[in-house]
């Protein structure tokens, strides 16, 4: 058996080059078609397979799938069956896929009906999101927010270093990729005024995050150990936690984001396989001080993906925003999912769980524009020749990653929004 990951792969479906999808990705999603209602399929080049038809027709057999499992509107029944088993049907179809395989290459009518042109295809949410909680997981993002509001020379609070800081999040909010978000409102206070106005947001923002996908159900009161995390995570997608600045400055005090966040969030369609990302594991960044027994692990579990955020202003198309490193968190998926349970916090297969801004050491590596603008005082000037201080109406944020290594690109599509005028 070949795995899946080898870069000597090639796949009989054409992949065009710098494609997010070869044949060692083969992510998960669900799409319809004008003729199709909601089913489970996987990206495979310029093309979406169709899941439902291959179970149907006996070439997923062996597997010991349910029936039904992929003829569902969200991927979480088939989640549910475990990282094994997923990683399970991945490995089958790669084998179907594989350049000298002639099962469904030669099989004509089966071709043409498994394999659908993705521009014919609608994607939607991937899952059904029963709980979710974002982080604040990296170092330089929370020194920078810290130095902005509190003081530089003690920017981090005392707990950052010692805990995953998180926070629970609206989950009926989040968003798919290409859904557009209507400016929010809220309460918003000058620095100068005695009380707060209700007003649309002025310094509306994205930020740029990933977020990981649980595949089990836990019991009330069981904690998951550390060494066992990555069991029950199936993998990741892309995602912005969009964020009314003004707005959450004012609420934040004492509990944190409410208005100022749970307006709406965005995420991409195809789930990457944690499988899938095996070979870009990179050392993350040194921990110190050392932290709890519960928290210490071993090996590589942060993950080289390079990120980029563009912003369409429809004036002359996209522009790059930022580029940085989902390998700059300091607290790793691991550690946020051993942390979040250690009190013994139930998890639900679906629950999606966000790493928190993504910023690296440099200023274009700033993964919000409160950071890349420092609160709007310095306005960031892209290519097409405007200025940007926070979003504008009108204005698309788009976000793109990849994993690359010896030749092999591993890509997540890409997670977009366009902001439109308050209600």
């Known amino acids: 058996m070949i795995n899946a990951n080898s870069p000597e792969l090639k796949s009989w479906v054409e992949v065009p080059p710098h494609s997010d999808f070869p044949i060692q990705n083969l992510p998960f999603g669900i799409f319809k078609t004008k003729y199709l209602p909601p089913v489970a399929g996987v990206a495979i080049g310029e093309h979406v397979l169709d899941l439902v038809y291959l179970h149907e027709h006996d070439f997923l057999d062996g597997l010991g799938l349910p029936a039904g499992v992929f003829n569902q509107k969200q991927l979480n ?7 094994k088993k997923v990683g399970e049907v991945r490995q089958r179809i790669s084998e179907l896929l594989r350049h000298d395989a002639d099962e469904l290459r030669d099989n004509k009518a089966a071709r043409e009906i498994a394999l659908l042109p993705m521009q014919e295809t609608q994607m939607l949410l991937p899952v059904n999101i029963p709980n979710y909680t974002d982080f604040y997981s990296s170092e330089e993002h929370a020194t920078n927010v810290g130095s902005m509001f509190r003081d ?26 290409g ?38 159900n836990t019991s009330l009161g069981k904690p998951i150990l550390l060494r066992e995390a990555e ?25 944190g984001p409410f208005l100022g966040k749970n307006f709406g969030s965005t995420i991409s369609p195809w789930v990457v396989t944690l499988d899938a990302l095996e070979p870009f594991r990179t050392e993350g960044p040194e921990q110190v001080p050392h932290v709890l027994p519960y928290l210490a692990f071993e090996g590589k579990r942060n993950f080289d993906i390079q990120l980029e955020v563009l912003i369409d202003t ?82 698309t944020v788009i976000i793109r990653g990849h994993a690359e290594s010896k030749g092999v690109r591993i890509g997540f599509g890409e997670c977009s929004g366009k902001i439109l005028p308050a209600r």
């Open 314 to 395: 429809e004036k002359s198309g996209p522009v790059t925003a930022c580029r940085t490193n989902f390998k700059y968190m300091y607290w790793n998926a691991a550690q946020q999912l051993a942390h979040h349970t250690v009190n013994g916090c139930n998890i639900e297969v679906g629950d999606v769980y966000a790493s928190g801004t993504i910023s690296g050491p440099s200023p274009g590596s700033y993964g919000s524009l409160l950071e890349l603008t420092w609160n709007g005082q310095r306005p960031l000037h892209l290519a097409d020749g405007t200025d940007r201080k926070f979003l504008e109406d009108g204005d």
């Open 77 to 83: 029944g088939f989640f549910s069956l475990g990282r």
């Open 179 to 216: 859904t557009p978000i209507h400016r929010p409102k809220g309460q918003v206070k000058a620095p100068d005024a005695e009380f707060p106005s209700f007003m649309s947001s002025q310094k509306l923002d994205f930020e740029l995050e990933m977020a990981f996908i649980t595949c089990t």
């Open 152 to 177: 530089p020379k003690n920017a981090l609070l005392p707990n950052w270093k010692h805990l995953p800081v998180g926070y629970h999040g609206r989950a009926s909010s989040i968003v798919v990729s």
């Open 231 to 255: 069991e029950h995570i199936v993998g990741f997608v892309l995602f912005n936690d969009w964020s009314a600045r003004d707005i959450q400055q004012w609420e934040y005090v004492p509990l």
